[in-house]
Every structure is written in C-alpha cells, then in structure tokens.
C-alpha cells in the first residue's frame, strides 16, 4: 500500500555519493501580482469508486502583464477550453506543476475537466479518502497549496475568488458540504443512486480556504444570534458514535463568537458555521470558510475518553479557527512568507481567548514552556528562520512553532505596548483598512501605527531570527536613593542573514521592598539599543527586582541575581508567572550550572502547602521541572542525554524525599469527587496526578494502592489515565494488567488508543523493543497521523532512548516511510531531530550517519529541505 516502503527497497547501493538536488527556493524579493485575477469559480466534484472528475470554469480578467499561470499536481488534464474553444495540446505547456497559457485575452471564461484520485491519496492534502472498508469519507484540505491537488488554479492566496460548488457522490455518502449556504440538493437525473448539492460561499476568497466533504456523519446542530442580529446555524459533524462528544465543541464555539465580539467587535458573516470531524489529518484543525475542518482530536471530548489537557486544547482550538474568519479569511495574506500574518496574530487571540477561561498565570505558564521547549530551540538550531522568513522551498516546511508562537508574542508585545485601548483603536483599524484583501505584516503594522507610531520599530522582530539574550545587572546608590539598572541585548548571527539589530525589547519590571515584600515601583522598560541604563528616584532602600514579568518578551534572561533573592521572589511576587519563572531559574542552575539544590527546596516546601489550596493548577506546575529536550536547548555542546536524564531524575527524586511527609496529606486533601469542568476542579485533578508521582517517586508507603484505587474509582480520564501513566512510569506489580483493562474498555475508541500507545511509547522505561512491538501491533496504522505521532513523536520524550543506534533507525525508519507518502507529516517529524551536532560523541557522529543515510534515500521536496538545512548544521 505504502509505495514508500518499495522506496526502500529499489535503492541503487551503487548510487554516487552526493546529495540528492533540493528543488528551487522561492524569494519574499520576487513578489509579483498575479496576471489575472478570478472573479467567480464553478465547480462541479463527482466522486466515484475509484477516481473523482472534477469541472470547472473560471471567469477571469486580466490585472497585470504576462501569461496565465494555473497550478496542478497529481491531476490529469482530460479537456481545456478558453472562451468556449478547446485548446489543443500546442495551446499551452506544462511543466513544473505548472500550466502556462500565452497571448490570452484580457477576459476570458476558462474550462478544464481533470480527473483525481481521492482514493490512493495518502498525503492529506487536496481531495483525501479518509477510513477503510465501508467506513470511508472524502474530505480536502487545501492550505496552503493543495487546492492544485483538485484542479489547476491559480492557486495563491493574492487570487480571491467567490466559488460556486456542486457535489456528486452515492447516496452511501449523504453528507455533502462546501462553503457558504446550500442553494440546491438533489437526486442525479440518470443515476437514480447519486445524489448531488450545490453550495455557495457570497465571499471573496482564496483558494487554499476552499472545503468540501463527502462522508457520511451525523450532526449536532445549535444556533447563535450575533450581535448584528444575524441568526446562525452552528453544525458540528461526526461519526454518529462520536455525536455525544460534541457538546464541548459547541460551546466553545459559541463562548469564541461572544468573545470576538466583545474584544474585537468582530461578528460571524454567513448564515452557517460548519465543523466536520476527521480522524486522518496532518495539523489540529483548518480554517476553511465556513466549513472548518478538524482534527477529531481537536474537536470531540468527553469526561470519560478526554484528559482535561486535551478537552481545554480542544477549546482553543476551536477558538483558534473561528477567530481566523477574521484574522485569515475576510483579512488574508498576500504570500505565505506573510503567514505569520494570520497565525500569530490567531494564536495571540486564542491564547487571550483561553487566559479568560483559567488562571491567567497558568496560561501564561503553558503558552510560555511550550515556546520555550519547542521555538527557542527551532532559533537555536539550523532551522532558525525569521517570523516573517525570505525564502522556502516547501512553504509546508513552515508551519512553525517559530511563525505561531513567536508570532504571537510579538503581537502580544504590540499589544501591551500600546495597552488596550490603542491595541483596539489598531486593530479597529486593521479590519477597516483592509477587509477582503490580502495584505503583508506591513500594513499590519501601518494600521496599528494610527495609534502610536513607535511601534512601526518592532517590524524587525518579523525579519531577524534568533533569540536575543538580554542580560542585566543593577547598581544601588544609598546616597542618591537611586537604582539603576543597566539591559544588553544580543542575538546570535544566523548564518544566511544580516548581522542582528538591537530590537525593541519590553522588560516589565517592579521592585520589591525587602524588608516587607510589598512592591515600590513598577514599570515598563522599553530596552532599544545594545544597551541602556534605566534609573529609579527615590528608591529608600536597595530593593529585589522582578524582571520580564509575565514573560513580557519572547527573550533569554540573564540577570545577577542570587538563588536567595528568587526564592524572596517565589514568596512575594504578585504576577503568579513570574513566581513559577523563579522556580525554573533556580531549577535550571541546579541542572546545568551545578547550584545547590537547598534553597529551591526550601522555598517550594515552604510554597506549597497554601499554593495547593489557593490555586492547585499553580501549584501542580510551581513542582515542574524542564523537560530534557527544554534542557538540552541550552547546551550547544557535547550533549549527553544519559546525564541530563539522570541529573533530571536525582532532581525529582531529591523533590519528591525532601517533602515526603506532605505528599500523603495533599493527596487526601484532593479527594475524587463527581466530575466538574471548572478551573478549581481541573486544577485538583492535575495536582493530585503532580502529587501521586511524587508519592510513587519517593516510595511513600501505599502509593502503589493509592494509583490502583485512583484508576479503578475514577470519575473520568484525567483521573484514569494519570493513574495509568504512574503506574506505567513506576512499574507498579500488576502495570500489564491495568494496560490491558484500559485497552478492552477503550478499544473502539481511536483518541484513547492514541493515548494508550503513548503512554507505553513515552514511558520512563521504554527499550526499542517495546517501540517495535507497539508498532507491530494490530491498531498500529501509518495511514493515521495521529497514531503515527502517538508511538514515533512519543519517542522524542525519552532522549536516551531516541539518540541510540535502534531509536534512529527507528526513529528515521519512520520518516523515510512516510517520506513519499505523506511528506507533510515526514518533515515535521524530521525537524524534531534538528539539534543533533550538539550530541556528544560517538552519538553525534552516529546521527549524522543516519542522517546523510536518510538523505541518501529521500525524495519528496519537503524532507529533502528539512535535511539540507538540518545537516548544514
Ligand atoms: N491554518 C491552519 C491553522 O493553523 C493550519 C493548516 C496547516 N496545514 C498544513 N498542511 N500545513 O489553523
Ligand atoms: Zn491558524
């Protein structure tokens, strides 16, 4: 089936040794306007046994000079015709994926039949057949260039279009769907066992926005009235054993309709907002218009089958892609080197829209660990790219943790330099400026600037890659009653660009008194240049300093601090991100510069029995301790996996010991009650998870029953499967027979099993041999990503493992599996191994091997620009 697996094996071992060509890169410096634009699109999709048939007509005009350009992959031209005449095969050329047409008039209607195979389409983008058997659906995912997988278009984002869509398909199939409102449906004339509908969407749109669904699904309907009174029809699809798990969904959409409204002023546009379920899909969830298509880990979630971890994702998420009809779809991007554009700014929102929804410390925490552990490490190795980057070959390739995350910190850095008010009068303007076009960060920036021109500077944090390292020290003169203290910033040269700029930089600062805790000062210190002295009057008494509060810059910080004043910090700071940056600090020295673990240990024991009761989600999180792969991020050299690991777990150990007395009390303090969704219950649940490791960790007598008792009683899956997982990762007597209760009761649901291999593929133990025989297994399918991921990307979380001869095989056995079959998803898990060079011989040397052995056998244009860039290293 997988026609990479053959790959494998035609491999010529007297092939030369040089690597493979890495087709051609695109420059942002090349921009040019399309030669035509489209005004209207009628398509016509029949689906068949085993082929599709797709018409179209284009109404077109001319709006530049030059030829008309349609894109096409995978599809084969069956007729052409312009203004009514069929062109012959001398009418036009083809090469490249790409059909050109010359001398053509400056209006013209096109025709084009192609036929598509949905069915042998395993790469998930354009026209896809999800599902096996008599259980299969048909659904597109078009962003950012599959729609040329359906027919050839000018398929760019700058080319906007309003689409007219009918569906055909056996009746087998009754749900057909495509954007906009349904104007017809019906009963196919001569095929009394076909059926047909006709959508259309009113809006202008590009193609990569496009969406249809062929399936058969049930729905949840709703409705929700905007505040410009329009009544709209909110239609959850899925499987109809999955319908009882839609109810979250559906609030959360609804609960981000009022939002965007509220903070925004932002109301839905079309009479319908459809969500379709899908159980094989590259990414989390597609914005389509109208029509979003998800991941079903993304969208379905119960009590029983769903942690809270992934029910509050599922929420963001669904946030994430009904904030994009505005911030996406009515305002869209140029190019993709704007993709930033839409997706920081998105995830800006959906993070704002999620800290209304827990604490907001907490949020903080979360968003910040993650672009620590995944972007800072992106910028720090060969794959560093700026948010806004100048060139790509495979625009897939950068659907970064770098163009989300970081780009949403720099809109929340926009955003709190202007503050609310301004932030809003920008953002009122951007949507008046520029609704129904596609536009560049630039004119972002320009409409922001209405509000305050000084932050037209910040356009530099889009261009330059890397971290900037802000260091900081303070000087208290008694006499004067001042404090000054002086900021430097630096960014390491990336190779590939200009030397870095100095960037405006937000540090939000306050002092605290030290005799009393109680803050004396606070402010906003804007650091501009390499660097900058900022004094403080009248301050009676040297004070400790709270910097970058609330994580106010996506930065590194190095400031002389003594582990005494952060454990002061831990007591007294107000802004509860910053109490849980101290505990990361002191952990970090520990880790890698060899601190005593001492007064780290006193201030979380002094911490945390009133942290528990105040706010447990805090509470669980004040006792995290970076990840290895967070923790490799900052060593650039001889990386040894084996003693971070250890140093890790002396570490949790020495925790879990030192407060062993407590852990018995604060699990009784957290007693299983009914299931509720509300941020002081999932707070409980995660501390008492937090809290039985730790018992199991430091061998407190009866923990093993307390983790048995805790998975037979439990009220939903945060509970069973925290149980699970401890039992797992400590070895519990009987851990089999708990792994084969939880895959008896779970086995028909898809997402459980996820977890269900993810827990054994990530456990603290786990051997290749365990990797191998979890890939072996029945359920185990390459076809389903998220499978894919639940074994291979669970591997990436035990580092010692990984970094071994049989993990990269494994490991890269993966990738070149799925290297042809689904590139998308091949790349993105070869860009997890990017900071291989900093690995400690022989490792280092034995991933290069591996690596160039890989290169050697790759062929799709997204793993082989992964590679090059990664083995530039
Ligand atoms: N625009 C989607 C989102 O972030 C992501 C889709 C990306 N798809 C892909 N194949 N790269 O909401
Ligand atoms: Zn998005």
């Not at 959906?350 to 995944?374: C, K």
């Not at 005799?515 to 400790?544: C, H, K, Y």
């Not at 969704?677 to 307390?706: H, I, Y």
Request: hydrophobic letters at 40%; aromatic letters at 10%.
């Amino acid at each position: 089936m997988s026609t990479a697996q053959t790959a494998t094996a035609i491999i010529d071992p007297n092939m030369p040794d040089v690597p493979p060509h890495v087709p051609k890169k695109i420059y942002l410096k090349d921009y040019k306007k399309p030669s035509y634009d489209v005004e209207t699109v009628d398509l016509d999709i029949k689906v068949f046994d085993d082929h599709a048939l797709v018409d179209s007509t284009l109404v077109m005009h001319r709006q530049a000079e030059g030829d008309l350009v349609l894109y096409g992959e995978d599809v084969e031209l069956l007729e052409i015709s312009i203004n009514g005449e069929a062109l012959s095969s001398e009418g036009y050329s083809q090469s490249d994926g790409k059909l050109t047409i010359s001398d053509t008039p400056d209006q013209l209607t096109l025709q084009l039949q192609v036929r598509i195979c949905p069915q042998t389409n395993t790469a998930l983008e354009g026209l896809y057949m999800a599902g096996t058997g008599s259980d299969t659906m048909f659904v597109s995912q078009c962003e950012p260039e599959g729609f040329r997988k359906i027919t050839f278009y000018p398929d760019r984002p700058d080319v906007l279009a309003v689409f007219t869509t009918r569906l055909e398909a056996s009746k087998r199939y009754p749900t057909l769907l495509a954007n906009g409102n349904l104007i017809e449906q019906g009963v196919v004339a001569d095929a009394p066992d076909r059926h047909y509908a006709i959508w259309h969407d009113p809006t202008h749109k590009p193609s990569y926005l496009f969406a249809c669904v062929v399936a058969d699904l049930d729905v949840l309907t709703d409705y929700y009235t905007t505040s410009e009174g329009r009544e709209v029809t909110l239609e959850l699809y899925a499987k109809a054993e999955d319908i009882d798990k839609c109810h979250v969904g559906m609030q959360a959409l609804k609960d981000a309709m009022v939002w965007d409204e509220v903070n925004y002023g932002r109301a839905y546009d079309l009479d319908r907002y459809m969500i379709v379920a899908v159980s094989q899909f590259n990414m989390g969830a597609m914005e389509n218009k109208g029509l979003n298509i998800f991941n079903t880990a993304c969208v379905l979630s119960s009590p029983e089958t769903t942690t809270d971890i992934r029910s509050f994702n599922v929420k963001a998420v669904i946030a994430h892609e009904y904030f994009h009809n505005w911030t996406g779809n009515r305002i869209t991007c140029r190019d993709w080197f704007q993709l930033c554009l839409k997706e920081g700014l998105t995830v800006y929102r959906d993070q704002s829209f999620s800290a209304d929804h827990q604490s907001s410390a907490v949020q903080r925490i979360d968003d910040v660990s993650m672009l620590r552990a995944h972007q800072f490490s992106e910028d720090a190795g060969p794959l560093a790219h700026p948010v806004r980057p100048e060139s790509f070959v495979e625009i897939n390739n950068f659907y970064t943790t770098t163009i989300y995350e970081k780009g949403a910190e720099i809109v929340r850095m926009l955003a709190n330099t202007l503050g609310p008010e301004k932030f809003r009068q920008g953002t009122d303007e951007y949507f008046r400026r520029y609704d129904g076009q596609a536009v560049t960060v630039e004119d972002f920036l320009s409409a922001l600037s209405v509000a305050d021109s000084k932050i037209e500077r910040f356009i530099d944090w889009y261009r330059q890659p890397g971290t900037p390292v802000v260091s900081g020290h303070q000087h208290y003169d008694s006499q004067a009653q001042t404090l000054t203290i002086t900021l430097s910033q630096q960014t390491r040269h990336v190779a590939g660009f200009d030397a870095p700029k100095p960037l405006p930089i937000p540090v939000a600062t306050a002092l605290f008194a030290k005799d009393t805790g109680a803050i004396v000062a606070e402010r906003m210190l804007l650091l501009e240049e390499d660097e900058q002295v900022f004094t403080f009057e009248n301050v009676t008494s040297e004070p400790i300093v709270s910097l970058l509060r609330d994580f106010s810059a996506p930065v590194q910080l190095n400031y002389d601090y003594h582990d005494e004043d952060l454990a002061f910090l831990l007591k007294y700071e107000t802004n509860g991100f910053n109490r849980w940056q101290v505990t990361q600090l002191l952990v970090n020295r520990i880790l890698l510069k060899g601190h005593h673990p001492s007064i780290y240990l006193q201030a979380v024991a002094d911490t945390l029995p009133q942290l528990a009761v105040d706010d447990p989600m805090l509470a669980a999180r004040l006792l995290d301790i970076p990840s290895a792969r967070e923790l490799a991020s900052a060593i650039h050299k001889d990386y040894d996996p084996s003693s971070i690991k250890q140093q890790r777990e002396g570490l949790y150990q020495q925790v879990a010991d030192s407060l062993a007395e407590q852990w018995t009390a604060l699990y009784q303090q957290l007693p299983i009650q009914g299931y509720e969704d509300s941020p002081k219950a999932r707070g409980a649940r995660a501390l008492r998870n937090v809290v039985l490791d730790m018992a199991l960790t430091a061998q407190v007598e009866g923990a093993d029953k307390w983790a048995q008792q805790q998975y037979d009683n439990a009220s939903c899956m945060t509970e069973r499967f925290g149980a699970l997982k401890a039992l797992v990762d400590h070895q519990v007597a009987g851990v089999n027979d708990y792994l084969a209760d939880f895959y008896e009761r779970f086995k028909a649901d898809e997402l459980v099993i996820d977890l269900w291999f993810s827990v054994q593929a990530s456990a603290e133990q786990v051997s290749t041999d365990d990797i191998t025989a979890l890939l072996e297994h029945a359920d185990f399918d390459w076809n389903t990503p998220n499978r894919v991921r639940s074994v291979i990307s669970a591997l990436t979380s035990q580092p010692t493992v990984l970094w071994t001869s049989e993990g990269l095989d494994i490991y890269t056995g993966a990738i070149q599996r799925l290297d042809e079959a689904n590139p998308v998803l091949a790349s993105r898990l070869l860009q997890v191994l990017a900071r291989w060079y900093t690995l400690v011989e022989p490792q280092r040397q034995m991933a290069h091997d591996k690596l160039s052995a890989l290169q050697k056998q790759a062929s799709s244009k997204h793993v082989l620009e992964s590679l090059d860039s990664v083995l530039a290293a």
